[in-house]
């Protein structure tokens, strides 16, 4: 009984490790996205221009996706988290709501809205195609 416990201990501690690893992955192509950014002269985030680079290099298959998933999924599930000092940021700007508040709901309601039909229409068309997205 108290193998089994250290076993499971043992496998939790693992996991969180390799979470981490894949963790700093994901922060080096971000990393790697800013440097080209500012290289190129891109007005794009540099984040975006890595997971972009990230994307088409799991789609080529040239990068293992067991590489990130770990850290990647953790990252998704605490995802709110990470909006929590925005929230408590945007109060500073109580005056800028006020006065420009409808067009940002707009903007956020017509987002919203685009992203959950592109986000539909990727997955009946995944769906169509057998399940496989790669």
């Known amino acids: 009984m108290r193998n089994a416990l250290q076993i499971t201990k043992m ?7 390799i979470a ?19 290289l190129l002269h891109l007005n794009f985030p540099g984040s975006l221009i890595g997971m972009g680079i990230l994307f088409i290099l799991l789609h080529l ?18 995802l709110l988290l990470f909006f929590i000092p925005s929230v408590v940021a945007i109060m500073q700007y109580i005056q800028f709501l006020h006065r420009e508040g409808l067009d940002l709901f707009l903007i956020i309601l017509i987002s919203t809205a685009a ?6 229409l990727t997955a009946e068309m995944i769906t169509r195609k057998g399940g496989k997205a790669l």
């Open 61 to 78: 298959k040239v990068f293992p996706y067991n590489w990130v998933v770990i850290g990647g999924n953790w990252l998704l599930a605490e």
């Open 115 to 120: 992203v959950m039909v592109s986000s539909g």
């Open 20 to 38: 981490i690893i894949q963790i700093g992955i994901l922060y080096i192509f971000s990393l790697i996205g800013s440097f080209l950014g500012e």
């Open 11 to 17: 496998l939790k501690l693992t996991r969180i490790f």
